[in-house]
């Protein structure tokens, strides 16, 4: 029991497969497979062969029936040509033995009339009937051209045979039937090659010199004006790729795209009106069709300017717009050359664009000026603007700031013109100039002190970053502003203007467009306004110093009519001296003049403008105040003989302040001489006699020296003073017509107005503190 559960559990060894006969079994079944996969890539190969073989054949098949194909089109031309040159032998042959026949005719005329007419009939009959074969031999001549496609062939055909036709000369009412069906039949064949060249004409990619053939060919058959609409329209589309290749790219150089766009545009006009001329030759119907096309194209030219330029406010704008005028004249004057005069068109239509660019970063310009406030550390101004400013340097750099700022803006803007833009547009820029140099004006007024007289001015902020509260500041001020109008404008004007003419041509005669007659009365006028300009300053200035010396704090006015009523005939001291505010005036002057030679040094000239413009402040003040005058001509006020002298003396002494500080001025002269004469008929008119109670005039002006050598103390030298110029019309002012001098055409503002309840915020100095 026990042996028979164990074989259960473990197999008899004699069911196990030895290792040899394992080894043959597999070995036979993998032989099998590599015989079966053999055999199967055999059979593979050879239907590989096959198909190699079947495309080969077939190949040499292919090829043998193209080269059949090109032997049959040769064989077939040779077939043309041979029954083209039976025809002309047939031809040859008729025409021949039409003659021959004609000649036996006459040899045997007498001999044989009758014969001769009949067969004279029946050639006469035959020969037509020739002619009609032989057109018909031309139109299928022409036929087989044109399904050839050999279109200058068959261009060359038909202008042979109307030449030699009589039938397509004349008009078709005075032909046949026979005729006409001929003449209808030749005109569709020319319609039909016309419809060729057209075709040819009218593709996208034909080259210059395929199109040239068509056009010539539709010349020759008559169809001038078509070729040349043709050539004006592959010059056009061909234009329009180039454009729309070029557009995309216009942002990557917004400054110089309108000189490229400009290169493109006026190259495609130059090359059309050479190949139209050329081709067409010089008749006047397709010149004025180039000049028709060209200024399409010109506009279309300044349209693409615009959508493409910068914003017109940015300083690319206005570079881009400069480069634009430039390249696009520059062009139209070598098309001069070809007959086609486009300038005038080019500027009408740039006119608006750069007159709007100018416009715009003028404006930026204004407020980048007036906003005073705002500096930039990053300005890079010419060292020519920097020096001649930095003279007026105080301890607050804010006012030179605004100076440099007011400089480098100009400067920016006018580096961007070109030659061509400034002889232009150059006017524009001119007075857009002065109108910026207006606005600084009032900007520095409003940093002056005392009211404007433009108070609503609001494009400037409320808070200037600079004040000029004394004399020095006020001064510094005032010979910046002058420095700016009188030699830095002028000076970067005259060195652009000097640029621009260097550039330009010689010419061989002059014109009225010439530089050298038109601009410089315009730059001298642009001058002149900058110094009118200036003169507003100078005499708010004048007007604000001569008031705080008038008014008191209080708002009493120092110089009444009251100091020549007080006093009399036994008070009169024998060395009299001017009235105490003219003494004051004089220390105020002297003490000005002492200020200016420091803050203005090497400025004489302004100086002088300046302090003659103070006196003749004053004077004018005194003759325009009504309530001064007023007191004089009251019955119930007390005057007397003695406040006429002093009055006199006064205005002698205000004009010898003039003439012994070098500064004389005509005006003070002319307005002291009309306070005199108006004093002397108010006195009158009271009852005082002016040629009994006064000195001589001698006294008057000796009086006067003395006194300015009394207030200047002891070592003073009045002996500079000139006694044959006092009081006469020899005291002359800085010459008005030197071109370089400040503008001294008097102002006609009057100053008597100015009373202390216009004055919002009076700041007065005391002269006797």
């Keep these: 029991m026990e042996s028979s559960e164990e074989d259960e559990e473990f197999p008899s060894i004699e069911t196990i497969t030895p290792q040899p006969k394992v080894n043959s079994l597999f070995q036979s079944h993998t032989e099998k497979g590599i015989r079966q996969l053999c055999c199967e890539l055999l059979d593979l190969k050879d239907a590989v062969e096959n198909l190699c073989g079947n495309t080969q054949t077939k190949y040499l098949a292919f090829l043998r029936i193209s080269e059949e194909v090109a032997e049959t089109k040769h064989e077939l031309s040779e ?245 634009c005028v430039q390249a696009s004249l520059s062009y139209c004057s070598m098309l001069e050359s070809q007959g086609l005069k486009l300038s005038k068109l080019l500027l009408v239509l740039l006119r608006p664009y750069i007159e709007e660019v100018l416009e715009l970063n003028f404006r930026r310009a204004r407020r980048t000026v007036l906003d005073l406030e705002e500096g930039d550390d990053n300005l890079s101004v010419a060292p020519r603007f920097v020096s001649p400013l930095s003279a007026f340097a105080t301890s607050d750099n804010a006012l030179i700031d605004s100076g440099l700022k007011f400089m480098y803006i100009i400067d920016e803007i006018l580096e961007q013109l070109t030659p061509l833009a400034i002889f232009h547009f150059g006017g524009n820029v001119l007075s857009r100039i002065s109108q910026l140099f207006d606005k600084y004006v009032d900007a520095l007024i409003k940093a002056l002190p005392g009211p404007s007289d433009d108070d609503n001015l609001t494009e400037l902020k409320e808070v200037l970053p600079f004040r000029a509260e004394t004399d020095s500041e006020q001064l510094a001020l005032l010979g910046m502003a002058y420095t700016i109008a009188d030699e830095l404008l002028p000076d970067a004007i005259w060195s652009l203007w000097n640029t621009h003419n260097e550039t330009q041509e010689p010419r061989s005669e002059p014109s009225e467009s010439t530089p050298t007659q038109a601009k410089p009365a315009e730059l001298k006028e642009w001058k002149r306004h900058l110094h009118h300009s200036f003169d507003k300053l100078r005499d708010h200035f004048c007007r604000q110093y001569v008031l705080s010396f008038i008014y008191s704090r209080e708002g009493k006015t120092r110089l009444n009519a009251q100091i020549y009523l007080s006093g009399n005939r036994e008070d009169w001291d024998p060395d009299p001296l001017p009235s105490l505010p003219f003494q004051a005036l004089f220390a105020k002057l002297q003490q000005f003049m002492t200020v200016a030679g420091d803050v203005l040094l090497g400025k004489e000239k302004i100086q002088k403008n300046l302090l003659a413009r103070l006196t003749e402040t004053v004077v004018m003040w005194l003759s325009d105040e009504q309530e001064f005058w007023g007191v004089f001509e009251d019955e119930s006020s007390a005057i007397q003989a003695m406040g006429l002298q002093q009055l006199i003396l006064d205005m002698h002494f205000t004009v010898e302040i003039a003439r012994y500080a070098g500064y004389p001025s005509r005006h003070v002269h002319q307005i002291a001489s009309a306070i005199i004469a108006r004093a002397i008929r108010t006195f009158s008119a009271r009852g005082i006699d002016p040629q009994s109670s006064l000195p001589a005039d001698e006294w008057f002006v000796e009086t006067a020296k003395s006194a300015i050598h009394i207030l200047l103390g002891p070592g003073s030298d009045t002996s500079e003073i000139d006694e044959g110029h006092i009081m006469h019309d020899e005291i002359l002012s800085d010459s008005e017509d030197s071109a370089s001098s400040l503008s001294t055409e008097e102002s006609v503002e009057s100053f008597a107005s100015a009373s202390m309840g216009e004055l919002e915020s009076p700041m007065f100095t005391d002269p006797e503190n």
């Design 79 to 323: 077939l043309q040509k041979h029954i083209s040159s039976q025809g002309i032998l047939v031809q040859d042959l008729m025409i021949g033995v039409c003659s021959q026949l004609d000649e036996w005719n006459k040899c045997n005329r007498r001999e044989h009339e009758g014969e001769k007419k009949q067969e004279s009939s029946e050639d006469r009959d035959s020969v037509p009937n020739e002619t009609e074969d032989s057109k018909m031999m031309v139109l299928e001549t022409i036929d087989i051209l044109l399904a050839e496609h050999r279109v200058e062939e068959a261009v060359e055909a038909i202008i042979a045979e109307e030449k030699n036709s009589s039938e397509l000369k004349g008009s078709s009412e005075a032909l046949s039937a026979e005729a006409n069906s001929y003449r209808s039949m030749f005109l569709e064949r020319k319609a039909m090659v016309e419809e060729q060249l057209v075709e040819i004409a009218k593709q996208p990619l034909i080259s210059m010199v395929e199109l040239k053939k068509a056009l010539l060919g539709l010349i020759k058959i008559g169809k001038g004006s078509p070729a040349h609409q043709y050539l004006l329209k592959w010059y056009g589309s061909r234009l329009q790729k180039s454009i729309e290749v070029f557009l995309p790219s216009c942002s990557l150089w917004p400054r110089t795209f309108a000189a490229t766009l400009a290169k493109l545009m006026f190259s495609a006009i130059l090359t059309t009106t050479r190949e139209s001329g050329l081709i067409f030759g010089d008749n006047p119907v397709y010149t004025n069709r180039v000049v028709q096309w060209a200024e399409w194209e010109i506009e279309y030219f300044v349209r693409l300017v615009k959508e493409n330029a910068p914003s017109s406010e940015t300083i690319s704008a206005l570079h881009a717009a400069g480069i």
